[in-house]
């Protein structure tokens, strides 16, 4: 797995993804919306039906603009706990989650998702939308996870993939390698975010190779599911 990073520069990985969130923070959503076809809203509700297990605490990890939270909190009563390196994705949640009047139900604060700031066997489910292929060390992000949760604890993980069939994967490796970095720049003034969006997508490690680090660290019941015919993966474990 190469090291990729946003912009290239002497600094860590940690250090420039808090840079570009920072900076590409107030149009997030919009772009969200845009690039997604809207289809992002669907990812994060079904990835939520997979907890199944009456959570009472939830951790969102990578929590950005707390769109993952806030469904959670649609389709279940728990407390919710959102964490993000960046301070402007996370000013951005608040202010949404004030909107809802959520505040009792939906606390963010910023937190690095590999030095979780809480005691072991916590929550009883954990949410990453979109965020474990920025974690600068991938397993000690999961090792979090996994510490955190309570045992039979549930973790949902979404990412972005290559869907592997014709024609949707020709089309799709236009669209999102070439189209979606130039709207991605256009609309968010940032000239590397959206080159950064396929690169490092293209560069994770998908299906079998994740579930075997999921199941390395100590999950059990490992599941892969394609959403979108491939464009997303959602992965589903358990502690
Ligand atoms: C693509 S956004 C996803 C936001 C949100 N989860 C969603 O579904 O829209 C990725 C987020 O991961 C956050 N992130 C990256 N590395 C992180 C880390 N080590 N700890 C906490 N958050 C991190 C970024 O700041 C950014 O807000």
Redesign the pocket.
């Known amino acids: 797995m190469k090291n990729i990073k946003p912009y290239n520069t002497h600094e860590g990985k940690?250090q420039e993804?808090?840079k570009m969130?920072d900076n590409i923070a107030y149009r997030?959503d919009l772009l969200?919306g845009i690039l997604s076809l809207g289809l992002?809203k669907y990812w994060?509700k079904t990835a939520i039906s997979y907890l199944n297990n009456n959570p009472k605490k939830i951790l969102?990890?990578?929590?950005?603009?707390?769109?993952?939270a806030i469904s959670a909190r649609k389709f279940s009563k728990a407390k919710i706990i959102g964490?993000?390196?960046?301070k402007n994705?996370i000013n951005i949640g608040k202010n949404k989650i004030k909107k809802l009047n959520l505040q009792n139900n939906i606390h963010l604060q910023i937190?690095?998702?590999?030095n979780l700031k809480f005691n072991d066997n916590y929550f009883d489910a954990t949410t990453?939308?979109?965020?474990v292929r920025?974690?600068?060390n991938l397993e000690k992000?999961l090792k979090e996870i996994y510490r955190t949760l309570k045992k039979n604890g549930i973790v949902t993980i979404?990412e972005p993939s290559n869907p592997e069939k014709f024609p949707l994967k020709q089309i799709f490796n236009i669209y999102f390698n070439y189209l979606l970095p130039f709207f991605g720049k256009i609309i968010s003034k940032n000239n590397r975010a959206y080159k950064y969006l396929p690169e490092s997508v293209n560069n994770f490690p998908k299906g079998k190779v994740f579930i075997k680090k999921l199941e390395k660290i100590g999950f059990k019941k490992c599941q892969h599911i394609k959403l979108s015919s491939g464009i997303v993966d959602l992965y589903v474990a358990i502690k």
Request: glycine share 14%.
């Open positions: 940690k993804v808090t969130f997030y969200n992002h994060r969102d990890i990578a929590t950005g603009t707390a769109d993952f964490i993000d390196i960046s994705m937190g690095d998702s590999e990453v939308g979109f965020g920025n974690f600068e992000g979404l």
